[in-house]
């Protein structure tokens, strides 16, 4: 299958300190991604669209100030967890489907702890 | 939210088959049928998907009823690298439609 590469596999930051993290499709161009949170023993919460060109897409309940997503290229999007707090810590996975076709691959997500 | 209804968890012997069922009982005729899994600490890796038609590759068998309201993801011979969550999602097709997950099953394959 096609394959989606995040950067960096883990973090650590202080609190109130923003971090980044990228998406990437390594075989393909992807005209939109998707950014997934899932905390410890729950399933993956779907925060936004990223749109290539265009301003993200947020479900309802996530804030958009807060986790900025920008997707400037057809082969990255980055989201990036502004003023972070420890609540924020949790697994991070982005996802994209190849051409805008049927199947989605993800990529191998990111651990961030805020301390 | 989540249109699929799965049991929460599942056991199964090593090198028998392992059969996960999912109810998808308000699916619409334009909705495919996806099946993902998640073993710990990893992005969900995709395993098969379908319409209508029984599906079948190197990875799993996905038997959808006629009346799509229902489907089964058959691992035909589970090891124990198969231990995971897996996820039954229905989503329409095109790569801008998102994912929902439910909570899925967490499927353990003992030696």
């Known amino acids: 299958g096609a394959v989606v590469s995040q950067h960096p596999s883990w973090v650590i930051c202080k609190s109130g300190t923003s971090v980044k993290i990228e998406c990437r499709s390594l075989?393909?161009?992807?005209?939109?991604m998707f950014w997934y949170r899932q905390f410890p023993k729950q399933s993956l919460m779907l925060m936004a669209t990223?749109?290539?060109?265009?301003?993200?897409?947020?479900e309802q309940g996530v804030e958009k100030d807060k986790f900025l997503i920008n997707h400037a290229s057809l082969t990255l999007s980055t989201l990036t967890v502004t003023s972070a707090h420890p609540e924020d810590s949790s697994f991070y996975i982005c996802?994209?489907?190849?051409?805008?076709?049927?199947?989605?691959?993800f990529g191998e997500g990111s651990w961030l702890t805020v301390v | 939210d989540a249109k699929t209804t799965q049991p929460t968890s599942m056991d199964c012997a090593e090198g028998r088959a392992a059969n996960l069922p999912c109810n998808h009982s308000?699916?619409?005729?334009?909705?495919?049928v996806y099946w993902y899994r998640q073993i710990h600490s990893q992005g969900p890796q995709y395993i098969i998907h379908g319409l209508k038609n029984n599906e079948t590759n190197e990875m799993a068998s996905l038997i959808i009823t006629e009346d799509r309201k229902s489907s089964t993801l058959i691992l035909p011979h589970a090891t124990l690298r198969d231990t995971a969550v897996y996820y039954c999602i229905v989503r329409s097709q095109g790569g801008s439609e998102k994912l929902v997950f439910g909570k899925g099953t967490k499927l353990t394959v003992n030696p």
């Open positions: 990223s749109n290539e060109g265009s301003k993200a897409t947020y």
């Open positions: 308000t699916i619409s005729g334009n909705e495919y």
């Open positions: 996802s994209a489907a190849p051409g805008g076709g049927n199947t989605i691959y």
């Open positions: 075989d393909f161009q992807a005209t939109t």
